[in-house]
């Protein structure tokens, strides 16, 4: 079985920095795409940010210059650094990772974390 725990959310300043963790856990075989996506209250989840296992990103337009996405292959792990927060960044933001995993069978499924709290307020 495979988990996606989340860490680093909280609330901040305008023009703040948070930094976002995700590890990913059990019976790994492979990780392709990590992300990081967000829902707002009363909006639908989006994309934020994605690296693929190649080292190829994905930014939305409304974070790009201000996030950066990084990954730890041996590790498991994917990163959201956020600079230079706005007010508009609140959200839940989810870990999401593309990930083939062994048991009980050879399978490849798609993955959320729990979500952590984004808050940013003066």
């Known amino acids: 079985q495979v988990q996606l725990v989340e860490s680093g959310g909280g609330l901040v300043q305008p023009g703040g920095s948070l930094r976002l963790s995700c590890a990913a856990s059990?019976?790994?075989?492979?990780?392709?795409?990590m992300g990081w996506y967000r829902q707002a209250p009363g909006k639908q989840r989006e994309l934020v940010a994605q690296?693929?296992?190649?080292?190829?990103?994905n930014y939305a337009d409304s974070v790009k210059g201000r996030f950066t996405i990084s990954r730890d292959n041996a590790k498991n792990t994917v990163s959201l650094q956020m600079n230079s927060l706005k007010l508009e960044d609140t959200a839940v933001y989810y870990c999401?990772?593309?990930?083939?995993?062994?048991?009980?069978?050879?399978?490849?499924?798609?993955?959320w974390g729990q979500g952590t709290q984004v808050t940013v307020s003066s």
């Open positions: 690296v693929t296992s190649g080292g190829s990103f």
């Open positions: 999401n990772a593309d990930i083939t995993s062994v048991v009980p069978a050879i399978r490849r499924s798609n993955y």
């Open positions: 059990g019976s790994i075989f492979s990780i392709y795409t």
